[in-house]
C-alpha cells in the first residue's frame, strides 16, 4: 500500500489508529479501514464492491463495517460477503436501514458513540442526501480531526440532493452547523468518492454553495 495522498488508496498512520483508503468499482467508490493499534481490531466505512479485493484489504478480519448511507453502490455487492466472511457487526442511519437490504445490527442516531478497540467514532446524522445519512469522526488525541462524509461532503460542495431544494437546505445547513461551525479548519475530510480535503480548504466557499442551491 503506497503512503497516503489522499487522491489515491495508500495508508495515513496515526499515533492510536492506522487508516488505509482503498477505490473500488464500478462507482470509484472509496472504502476506509480503521485498525485500532493496540487491539488489532479493525472496523471498515463502506464495504460497496469487488468482496474479495475488501476481503483482501482486512485481511478477512473485521470487527464493525459502517455504511454511511443507504444508497446501493455503497453496500450491495461488498456488504454482504464482507459480512458472512468476517461476522462484522453492521451499522447504518437508523432511517436508512430499511433500504439497506444486509441487516443493520445497529441503527446509529446522531451523537452516537461507536467504539472500535482503543478508539471511538462520534456519529453526525446529515440529513439531506439520504434521510439517514451520517458521517463518522475520530478525533486524534495526538493531532487533528478526521471525519468520514460519506457522500454528504466533497471539495467543492455538499453531496447531491438531485435537484430537491428543502433537501438540499436541510443538507447545508447539517454541514454548515454540525461540521463547519464545530470543527477546526485542519479537520480532514474522507469522502465516499474521490479526493480528500479539509475544512480549512472548503470553508470559503461556503457562502458560494447556499448561493447556487448544490
Known amino acids: 500500500m503506497t503512503p497516503y495522498s489522499g487522491t489515491a488508496p495508500g495508508v495515513r498512520e496515526l499515533s492510536e489508529l492506522i487508516i488505509s483508503k482503498i477505490s473500488v468499482g464500478p462507482g470509484d467508490n472509496n472504502c476506509y479501514l ?83 478497540g482503543g478508539f471511538e467514532l462520534r456519529v453526525i446524522r446529515l440529513t439531506g442526501h439520504t434521510p439517514g445519512s451520517v458521517a463518522l469522526l475520530y478525533n486524534d488525541p495526538g493531532g487533528h480531526p478526521h471525519l468520514f462524509t460519506g457522500d454528504s461532503l466533497f471539495p467543492g460542495g455538499v453531496g447531491n440532493t438531485f435537484g430537491d431544494l428543502e433537501a438540499f437546505t436541510t443538507l447545508f445547513e447539517d454541514v454548515e452547523s454540525k461540521i463547519f461551525d464545530e470543527l477546526p479548519d485542519e479537520t480532514w475530510i474522507y469522502p465516499g468518492h474521490g479526493r480528500d480535503t479539509t475544512l480549512g480548504a472548503e470553508r470559503p466557499s461556503l457562502s458560494e454553495w447556499r448561493a447556487r442551491g448544490w
Open 34 to 116: 480503521l485498525k485500532c493499534r493496540s487491539t488489532g481490531q479493525q472496523l471498515m466505512i463502506d464495504a460497496a464492491n469487488e468482496p474479495e479485493v475488501l476481503l483482501d484489504f482486512c485481511d478477512r478480519r473485521l470487527t464493525a463495517v459502517v455504511t454511511t448511507h443507504q444508497h446501493w453502490d455503497h453496500w450491495e455487492h461488498g456488504l454482504p460477503a464482507v459480512v458472512a466472511a468476517t461476522g462484522a457487526t453492521t451499522h447504518a442511519g437508523a432511517p436508512d436501514v430499511a433500504g439497506i437490504t444486509v441487516p443493520t445490527d445497529v441503527p446509529l442516531h446522531d451523537g452516537d458513540v461507536i467504539t472500535c
